[in-house]
């Protein structure tokens, strides 16, 4: 996964930098979570920490949109790039 930068406003995703271009959110990012059909082995005595993912439309200033998902990574303390879409 590639590190990217994200700017936040109320701990919601305003804007991305991804390979030195920034996008702008354009729409309204969507927190993404784990499948409800997780299973827990008898021998985990602690569940996984909650990963922070969104998805959102990027727009940057030469009119190039994607698709991003994001995540943060707790063990890197940085924010990685899952997915982009044209």
């Known amino acids: 996964?590639?590190?990217v930068a994200l700017a936040l406003v109320d701990d919601v995703p305003t804007a991305l930098t991804w390979?030195?271009?920034r996008f702008r959110v354009a729409d309204s990012p969507t927190r993404l979570s784990?499948?409800?059909d997780w299973f827990y082995d008898a021998v985990i005595t602690h569940p996984p920490v909650?990963?922070?993912?969104w998805r959102f439309v990027g727009r940057a200033d030469d009119g190039e949109s994607r698709v991003f998902d994001v995540r943060y990574d707790?063990?890197?303390a940085r924010w990685e790039l899952v997915r982009a879409f044209e």
């Open 34 to 36: 784990r499948p409800a």
């Open 19 to 21: 390979r030195d271009k």
């Open 74 to 76: 707790l063990v890197s």
């Open 50 to 53: 909650p990963a922070i993912r």
């Open 1 to 3: 996964m590639e590190p």
